[in-house]
């Protein structure tokens, strides 16, 4: 999705739909409206709604999405995970629903780009010092 049509797909509405869609009982429909709201966060259109978005989206699906085996999903879990840290209100669901392990194992054997991307989540979460015990506890 182009850069510049991000904010007005977000200001067009497209988030409450969106957010509804990511419970589908249709794992496809999951997965690819995890993909779309990935490619959204890319930007930082989700910056305005992020309580609405990890309310929505379970804080596990994007842990799915990081241990895919398919490499794209896996970059879009960990893109996504890492923009959601950005926000320390959310650093303990996103530990507390168990992204921290997978985000250290995964890391060990990604592709470069989910590596940096895995790279600035843990980088997100250690800017708490309450976090920087359990990072280095997982390793």
Do not use: W
């Not at 609405?52 to 398919?70: E, G, P, Y």
């Amino acid at each position: 999705m182009d850069a510049h049509l991000r904010p007005d797909i977000v200001d067009k509405g497209a988030l409450p739909p969106l957010l509804r869609l990511a419970n589908s009982e249709d794992v496809e429909v999951q997965q690819e409206v995890l993909s779309c709201l990935c490619n959204l966060s890319l930007s930082g259109c989700i910056s305005a709604e992020h309580s609405q978005f990890i309310a929505a989206v379970d804080v596990r699906k994007l842990v799915s999405f990081l241990c895919s085996a398919d490499t794209t999903y896996r970059l879009f879990g960990a893109v996504t995970l890492g923009n959601l840290a950005s926000k320390e209100e959310h650093h303990e669901e996103i530990i507390g629903k168990g992204a921290l392990e997978p985000l250290i194992t995964i890391s060990n054997s990604a592709d470069l780009e989910t590596q940096r991307c895995i790279a600035y989540a843990l980088c997100n979460l250690a800017s708490n010092e309450d976090n920087r015990r359990s990072l280095v506890t997982e390793g």
